[in-house]
């Protein structure tokens, strides 16, 4: 029963997004659905935080080593 809530939350939101991108403004013309150009400051931080995700995605082995040698440490106390 949760999944199906869930499902049915995330239509609700994704649905303008997707009707917007099939088929343009024309059809939501007038409502809030329009995104607004944000200052390149107000970028910055999200693009720094997607580079830095990717980056440690590709760097996981080490970062899982020292994750695990940090809890065997701690194991040891």
């Known amino acids: 029963m949760i999944i199906l809530a869930s499902s049915l939350l995330s239509i609700s939101y994704y649905f303008p997004i997707i009707i917007n991108g099939y088929f343009g403004d ?3 013309h007038g409502k809030l659905y329009r995104s607004k150009s944000k200052p390149i400051i107000e970028l ?6 997607s580079l830095l995700m990717v980056a440690a995605g590709f760097a996981s082995g080490p970062i899982i ?3 695990a040698g940090v809890l065997t440490f701690f ?3």
């Open 65 to 67: 080593d020292w994750i």
């Open 75 to 77: 194991e040891g106390n």
């Open 44 to 49: 910055v931080p999200l693009v720094l935080l």
């Open 26 to 28: 024309s059809n939501l």
